[in-house]
């Protein structure tokens, strides 16, 4: 069931996600070309490779529902719905918590600013996205199936600290990203997969 649901998990590059599910669910899209309209739309925070209007226009229709925080939510035209950490939603087919996402050790990402990652539960199966964070100690009490974390450092957890958090989580499947666009590459998510073997297992997608 896991891998069934996984293989529906499309990247699209850096931190963006689509999840062909019931609903087209799509993650921070940026720099796409396109793709199926969306059903719903989760922005994790404000910063041009997250937050990106220009990406979302390719993909929102009139029916779309955006889910983000108070920030981006200044940037974006629709249906647009905004979350605090902890909150939830209740969409029908999908339930959307938002949780913390930020860093504790530099200020790219302060808790302060309530932005956020997402648990996204749909056809009985939980995702979690953890956003730009660092291992955070909120992520040791998340129950989840697949978790997508980024690896490159820098502006988030390095591929070390991923493999921690990845630990921590323990769910089915950890999927990395946040590498190969702005910071980090393939190696990161290589190093990532390899640290982790026999212990949690570790999909590494290529690019849709």
């Not at 404000?46 to 990406?55: G, K, L, R, T, V």
């Not at 504790?104 to 979690?128: A, M, R, S």
């Amino acid at each position: 069931m896991i891998k069934a649901f996984a293989d529906k998990i499309a990247w699209l590059g850096h931190d963006g996600f689509r999840i062909d599910a019931e609903k087209t669910i799509y993650v921070d899209p940026y720099q796409i070309e396109g793709g199926p309209v969306a059903d719903l739309i989760l922005i994790t925070h404000e910063h041009f490779d997250h937050c990106s209007p220009e990406d979302i226009a390719k993909i929102q229709g009139p029916e779309t529902v955006i889910v983000t925080e108070k920030d981006s939510a200044k940037k974006l035209t629709g249906d647009v719905r905004v979350v605090k950490p902890g909150e939830t939603l209740d969409l029908g087919n999908v339930k959307i918590k938002a949780v913390p996402s930020y860093n504790t050790d530099t200020d790219f990402h302060p808790k302060k600013n309530g932005w956020l990652g997402f648990i996204v539960e749909t056809e009985g199966l939980k995702v979690y996205h953890a956003g730009d964070a660092d291992f955070i100690p909120e992520m040791k009490d998340f129950e989840v199936d697949i978790a997508l974390l980024p690896v490159s450092g820098t502006y988030v957890m390095t591929a070390d600290q991923a493999v921690k958090a990845a630990l921590a989580i323990n769910p089915k499947v950890a999927i990395p990203m946040h590498y190969g666009a702005i910071v980090g590459d393939e190696q990161d998510a290589l190093n990532f997969k390899k640290a982790l073997e026999g212990k949690v297992e570790v999909s590494i997608l290529k690019k849709a």
